[in-house]
Each structure stands twice: as structure tokens, then as C-alpha cells.
């Protein structure tokens, strides 16, 4: 017989563990929203992207959330003219990351929030489950 409680459980934590790993690469996605090629004309870092897919867990008898992969944006990159850069081609242009800050700022805050619900849903099931366990010593 399946549990309900650990089910929701079960099903939650594995919304927090996809949403901790979104949380990671949005953050590497910030942390190189500036870098730039190591040599003249080079790509920069491209911004990563992270795709999931549904999952059934059969022990719990519920749909998961599994990575499906971690890619990269085909997005085109950015140039800026700056001739001082080291990584600027011959005509003074560098390649900058396919980082658009507000978009990641916005997948952050999603992914947080979507983590913040995932852990209220294993509070309140543990709270059932103490409120059974009292049920039953009455």
C-alpha cells in the first residue's frame, strides 16, 4: 500500500533537489555574466540552461521531477567595441556572454520560490504525520 504522506514527501524533495540545481547554474550563469574569451575573437562563456522532465516514481506511485540535461543557449552572443580588451578581435570587438541579468534574476527568483513551496509541502506533511502519530497514543 502506497503512503500518501511520504509520497508528498518524497514527491516535494525531489522538487527541492531540481530546483537546488536550477538555483546552481543560474548562479554560474551570473558569476560569468562577464566573461569573456580567454584569446582574441574567442566565445565567452555561454549561459547554460537547465530542462526537466517528469519522472514516475514507482515506489511512491507518483510522477517525479528528474533532470532531463544540462545545455547551453544557442542565443547569439554580444559584442561591445572596446580595443583594450585582450580578448577583442581586429576590429576592437569582444564577444560577451549570452547572459541577459534580468532573465536570470527572474529564473532565480522562480526557482527559490518553487523551492520555499516544495519545503512548506514536506512541513505539513510531517506535521500530519505528527498529528496522526497523536491521534493513535490518545
Not at 546552481?24 to 555561454?46: C, I, K, M, W
Not at 564577444?95 to 516544495?118: G, I, Q, T
Amino acid at each position: 500500500m502506497i503512503d500518501p504522506l511520504l509520497s508528498a514527501s518524497r514527491l516535494a524533495s525531489a522538487g527541492l533537489e531540481a530546483q537546488s540545481l536550477r538555483m546552481r547554474v543560474v548562479s554560474e550563469n551570473l558569476a560569468n555574466a562577464q566573461s569573456t574569451g580567454a584569446t582574441p575573437g574567442a566565445d565567452p562563456y555561454a549561459r547554460k540552461t537547465v530542462t526537466f522532465r517528469s519522472e514516475l516514481d514507482r515506489a511512491a506511485g507518483t510522477a517525479s521531477v528528474k533532470l532531463r540535461e544540462i545545455g547551453t543557449d544557442t542565443a547569439p552572443f554580444r559584442t561591445e567595441h572596446d580595443p583594450a580588451n585582450p580578448a577583442a578581435d581586429e576590429n576592437g570587438n569582444v564577444k560577451l556572454p549570452n547572459v541577459n541579468m534580468l532573465v536570470e534574476m527572474a529564473d532565480m527568483r522562480e526557482a527559490n520560490r518553487s523551492y520555499e513551496a516544495n519545503l512548506q509541502v514536506i512541513k505539513q506533511a510531517r506535521a500530519m504525520v505528527a498529528s496522526v502519530i497523536d491521534l493513535l497514543k490518545s
